[in-house]
């Protein structure tokens, strides 16, 4: 069964101090890893899918990297709009997995000013 | 303009009462989802259509029935509530692949 571990559940940052969300993940063949936002009261908003171990993807002051067993969501010099849960998902490689994704539980970003 | 809607937003009622949920995009997606959040915040996957074909039907009981009348809307309809069944669902869809879009949700409490 596919797995998904957040780390940390929260993490409180001060703005401009960068910092890394992990995303810890077992699945038997990755189609791909997403990340999501999430602000409070609405639904997940896409940020980056990544395919293959050593890839990467930026937008804005965020940058996801992926090995064969993790990925890092980097924060670089962060404001308080940053504050949100970020959701990280894998998507199985086998049969029908039509967005049948497996979440994290989240971490939850706060950016004090 | 909304990618993704559900209405209601809100949604209060007693146990054994039937009730749906409607959800619609604009997107020209052929495939949407239902997802549940629970109160931990874990996201799962509840159903998924693909050109108005039922391709996931994960492990949800009968009395949740999802239906898509065309490949703009997928509603969801909830026989007999339980207490159990309080959480916020969530509409997504997507051109395959994984879910890029999803509505504001639907918070469900079941009294």
């Known amino acids: 069964e596919d797995q998904v571990t957040q780390s940390p559940e929260a993490l409180r940052l001060q703005e401009g101090e960068s910092s890394s969300l992990n995303c810890s993940y077992t699945?038997?063949?990755?189609?791909?890893l997403f990340w999501y936002r999430q602000d409070p009261g609405k639904g997940p908003e896409f940020l980056f899918t990544?395919?293959?171990a050593g890839e990467e993807k930026e937008k804005e002051r965020l940058k996801a990297t992926l090995t064969k067993k993790e990925s890092f969501l980097h924060i670089t010099a962060p404001k308080p709009e940053d504050s949100a849960t970020y959701l990280c998902a894998v998507l199985n490689a086998g049969g029908t997995s039509y967005g049948k994704l497996t979440f994290g539980q989240g971490t939850i970003l706060t950016v004090h000013p | 303009d909304t990618a993704v809607s559900q209405t209601p937003k809100y949604l209060v009622t007693q146990m054994g009462n039937d009730k749906s949920i409607k959800c619609e995009q604009n997107?020209?997606?052929?495939?949407m989802y239902w997802y549940k959040q629970d109160s931990k915040k874990f996201l799962k996957i509840m159903f998924s259509?693909?050109?108005?074909?039922?391709?996931i039907n994960e492990t949800v009981p009968n009395r949740f029935s999802p239906k898509s009348p065309d490949k703009a809307h997928l509603n969801l309809h909830i026989n007999s509530l339980e207490l159990g069944d309080s959480a916020v669902y969530f509409c997504?869809?997507?051109?395959?692949?994984?879910?890029?879009?999803f509505g504001p949700g639907t918070r469900l409490t079941v009294l």
């Open positions: 997107l020209g997606h052929d495939t």
């Open positions: 699945v038997s063949g990755l189609r791909g």
């Open positions: 259509y693909n050109n108005k074909e039922l391709i």
């Open positions: 997504a869809s997507s051109h395959s692949g994984a879910p890029k879009y």
């Open positions: 990544l395919y293959s």
